[in-house]
């Protein structure tokens, strides 16, 4: 079993639809979450932090932790075709000072007009 | 990609032939991380640097060696170029209150014939 599996789509999805991206783990040490976001050719960029389990939101986005259940979970709501990228969930066992991040695989997410 | 930048931005070589790509920052973090993204894999972490002359190994480093001369510049080389080598290679950068995030260059992406 992999650590971190992450559904790779496309996941296409009409303008203004909720959208549910998730990844799920297997390392019950990891305790910081994060959600990036890669545009085509571009480098990823960090769009949400999380450290314990629970919601966290920033405008549209909604990020989501169930540690009991290993589950991670990305809401975007009402969504734009600006919102058009792959989405990578990255997880940390500790805070050593630096960072051996674990990646999912990424889902390519298509939000047409 | 502020503060940091990563080049060549593309490069295209022979087999056996050696590649450094350099990465720079502007930022002064301590720490400094080589990754390579392929369909299907994700990105893995090559070698990453934890200060000057202090390098270590991360899960895909066969192939590879890097440099840490400065604290701003962080090289990694290929010593003879394969095929199984061609990718785009992201630089990225951690530190400070935020050790756990990082954050990435634009990439460099390489192709051996």
């Known amino acids: 079993q992999k650590e971190v599996e992450q559904d790779p789509g496309p996941l296409s999805v009409p303008e203004g639809a909720i959208v549910s991206l998730n990844c799920t783990y297997s390392n019950s040490a990891f305790q910081y979450f994060m959600w990036y976001r890669q545009y085509s050719r571009k480098g990823p960029e960090l769009l949400m932090y999380?450290?314990?389990?629970g919601n966290k939101e920033d405008g549209r986005f909604t990020a989501q932790v169930d540690k009991s259940s290993k589950y991670i979970s990305l809401f975007i709501r009402d969504s734009q075709p600006s919102d058009s990228a792959t989405y990578l969930c990255?997880?940390?066992?500790?805070?050593?000072?630096?960072?051996?991040?674990?990646f999912g695989k990424g889902t390519m997410l298509l939000v047409s007009p | 990609d502020a503060g940091i930048t990563q080049s060549p931005r593309h490069k295209v070589t022979e087999t056996g032939t050696p590649v450094t790509l350099r990465c720079h920052q502007t930022e002064n973090h301590r720490y400094m991380y080589w990754y390579r993204q392929d369909p299907g894999h994700g990105l893995r972490l090559i070698h990453y640097?934890?200060?000057?002359?202090?390098?270590d190994k991360g899960e895909v480093s066969d192939g590879y060696s890097v440099s840490r001369s400065k604290t701003e510049d962080f090289l990694l080389t290929l010593e003879s170029a394969t095929s199984s080598q061609t990718s785009v290679y992201f630089c990225a950068i951690s530190g400070g209150a935020g050790a756990n995030v990082l954050t990435f260059g634009a990439g460099s992406r390489l192709t051996v014939l």
């Open positions: 990255a997880m940390a066992s500790m805070n050593s000072g630096y960072s051996t991040l674990t």
């Open positions: 640097s934890y200060g000057v002359k202090d390098t």
């Open positions: 999380t450290y314990s389990s």
